[in-house]
Every structure is written in structure tokens, then in C-alpha cells.
């Protein structure tokens, strides 16, 4: 079906000849204008990808950034906790031997 339950062979029958032929320009400037077209949506499309691999990897680099600083920051804790236990259990024992 092309219109309204024509068949394009039905439709083109009742076009006159000038018709038909605007309608064959139409397509034919319509597929040229796609055709000329097609390299600049070809490297739209290519930077857009490339944008987006860029946009991609640099939250995958701040996500690793934001882990290490969480590790460090968790490896510090840890270190500055045993710091303080290691001070306790010395006041502990300098203050046994202050009593002795």
C-alpha cells in the first residue's frame, strides 16, 4: 500500500507525467541531500562516540580517585588508631611502674 489503499503503480497512474517527474526530482534531491550529508553525520557520530568513551573514562578515573582517597584515608584511620592504642598501652605500663 502506498496511499490511501493505492498501490504505487496505482498512484503513479493517475499522476500526470509532470507530476511523476516532480515527484522523481523530490526523491532524487531528497537522496542527494542524504548522500552529501553523510560524511558530516558520519563524523558527528565519531566525536559524539568519542566524547562519550572520554565522558566514560574519566568518571571511571575520578571513581578510582575517589576509592584510593577512601583507602588512604581508611589506611591513615587504622594507622592513627594503632598510634593511639600503642600510647595507651605505654601510659598503661608507665603508670604500673610508677606504682610499683
Not at 20 to 43: I, N, P, W, Y
Not at 70 to 94: A, D, E, P, Q, T
Amino acid at each position: 500500500m502506498f496511499f490511501a489503499g493505492f498501490s504505487l503503480i496505482e498512484a503513479l497512474e493517475k499522476l500526470s507525467e509532470d507530476e511523476v517527474e516532480h515527484r522523481a526530482q523530490q526523491v532524487a534531491l531528497a537522496l542527494q541531500s542524504d548522500f552529501e550529508t553523510l560524511g558530516k553525520r558520519v563524523e558527528c557520530r565519531k566525536r559524539h562516540r568519542y566524547q562519550v568513551e572520554q565522558n566514560f573514562e574519566n568518571e571511571i578515573e575520578q571513581m578510582r580517585v575517589a576509592l584510593a582517597v577512601r583507602s588512604l584515608s581508611y589506611f591513615r584511620m587504622r594507622i592513627i588508631l594503632k598510634i593511639f592504642r600503642l600510647f595507651y598501652l605505654g601510659m598503661y605500663f608507665f603508670s604500673l611502674v610508677l606504682i610499683q
